[in-house]
């Protein structure tokens, strides 16, 4: 069973340019999750998406930033015009489908995104 | 505000020691996690508890509700547990399942 898959596990920008970060959940989860590490810092959550809806995005910057999860394929972190703040680990997680009122999150690898 | 802390934020200890790693939250959760990240690497979650206690292997996690307080132990520490030790928590109510995260623990073992 393949875990949750993340790609490119880095990637280098430069300010301006868009990066596209992949999220494949573990087979069967329908939760995503998005997290940012920042360099020196812990981790802060960004958006949770179910297929095809955004359930949350609180923790998501009002602009450049955009998130999806569609019904075919894997969940996409958008950041548009990158700038050198940007720069740090992404990371994705899954759940499968919640009957508690919580659920273990499955992490993927990460992405580290540097802009230069 | 919903607050997670942990302590130590660094330890280092000789091989074989017992290790205990600590975390408190400042207002009811819905579960606690404890997560190891080796450096460079990926998140790998060790546990996921509401109440009581769970071992898995040299490694036990005990939470405490009615103090809001949660501990993970290491038994026979080897070099090969150091990494960093997260603690985060599903804070319930806004719809939202994201986990809120303390800032860490580094933890070195020494052979």
Redesign the interface.
Known sequence: NAGVMQNPRHLVRRRGQEARLRCSPVKGHSHVYWYRQLPEEGLKFMVYLQKENIIDESGMPKERFSAEFPKEGPSILRIQQVVRGDSAAYFCASSPVIVATYNEQFFGPGTRLTVL | KNEVEQSPQNLTAQEGEFITINCSYSVGI??L?W?QQHPG?????LF?L?SGKKKHGRLIATINIQEKHSSLHITASHPRDSAVY?C?V?F?G???????????THLIIQP
Not at chain 2, 41 to 45: A, D, M, P, T, W
Not at chain 2, 95 to 104: Q, W
């Open positions: 819905s579960a996690h997560l690497g990926g998140i790998v979650s996921m509401s997260i985060a599903n319930p806004g719809g939202a399942d994201g986990l809120t995260f303390g800032k860490g």
